[in-house]
């Protein structure tokens, strides 16, 4: 089973930029996708090919959105906030549309709901729930900018209450022999491999030393593993998003922000875990690689 995690930074510029081209190319049975950045009302007729469309547009207009697209209706679509449910071909104005479910959910992850940030589907053709995040960026703490304090901190908190919702998560697919995957953005570089340029990062949002530390607590081989870490333990990298500005791509100076986390069952199945990072920076689709993991499952 071919699984995808891709931050399209928008559908509509993606489109435009091949993601078409590599949807098909790649012929995924479950793709998530993060920053689909678009109202239901504006997404292009076919934007999401020939799949099933799990998506949580979030209430944020140009911002945010993610959905899972999947070659079978999946069994059940769970997300905190509305979401959306699409056959192949259908248009957001004849989805049918879910509201979201907060029940248990951790109190620092209720100002997320409405955001557009989690969806999740348990699969009907495979023993499998997967999850699709976006986790939010946050911002370089500076004691002279109160915005960005504000801003790191709600991170923190996000991050605190989804650590007990993924162990929730996790524990209850467990207990139903259903392996668990949770993929998506989570803006961390969790080690020095991780990033191109550490040394100069240690106290920029995104690889500060309590995120890595939150990494630290959620990866073990009894809980979840960095299933791409896992098949390239001795790599710098491979990087999964790279700025649009200067030559941050053609000097391969990247982070590797992207992952797919799975249950230890799940990820000794994986044969191959690859980056596909574009040709060259005329022909990027996003600022960030699709990650792609064959699981034999």
């Known amino acids: 089973m071919r699984i995808a995690s891709f931050n399209i930074n928008g559908i509509r510029a993606a489109l435009k930029r091949g993601f078409s081209e590599w949807m098909e190319a790649r012929d995924c049975d479950v793709i998530g996708l993060q920053e689909v950045r678009c109202r239901p009302a504006d997404l292009p007729e076919g934007a999401f090919g020939d799949r099933h469309v799990s998506w949580a547009p979030g209430s944020l207009a140009g911002r945010n959105g993610v959905a899972l697209l999947t070659r079978t209706a999946p069994a059940e679509v769970r997300s905190w906030g509305t979401h959306l449910i699409m056959t192949p071909g259908q248009t957001p104005t004849l989805a049918e549309v879910l509201p979201g479910n907060t029940d248990g959910l951790p109190t620092q992850l209720l100002p997320f709901v409405d955001e557009g940030r989690y969806i999740e589907v348990d ?14 960026k946050g911002a370089t703490p500076d004691p002279t900018n109160e915005k960005s304090i504000a801003k790191q ?3 923190m908190a996000f991050l605190a209450g989804f650590r007990e919702h993924l162990t929730r998560r996790r524990q209850e697919c467990a207990s139903q022999d259903r392996h668990f995957l949770v993929m998506g953005d989570f803006n961390i570089a969790h080690e020095n491999a991780d990033l191109k340029n550490w040394k100069a990062n240690q ?9 890595r530390q939150w990494f630290d607590t959620i990866l073990s081989p009894d809980t979840l593993v960095d299933v791409v870490r896992a098949q390239h333990p001795d790599t710098n990298g491979p990087y999964s998003w790279w700025s649009w500005r200067g030559k941050a791509f053609a000097n391969d100076a990247g982070w590797r922000i992207d992952y797919h986390l799975a249950s230890p069952q799940l990820a000794k199945t994986a044969a191959t875990a ?5 040709p060259s920076y005329a022909e990027r689709t996003s600022d960030h690689a699709a ?3 064959d699981y034999a499952v």
């Open 123 to 136: 699969l009907a053709d495979a023993p499998l729930t997967v999850a699709c995040l976006y986790l939010p």
């Open 153 to 155: 901190d709600r991170k």
């Open 203 to 211: 106290r920029n949002e995104g690889f500060l030393p309590e995120e």
């Open 274 to 278: 690859e980056i596909d990072r574009d």
């Open 291 to 293: 990650v792609v993991v």
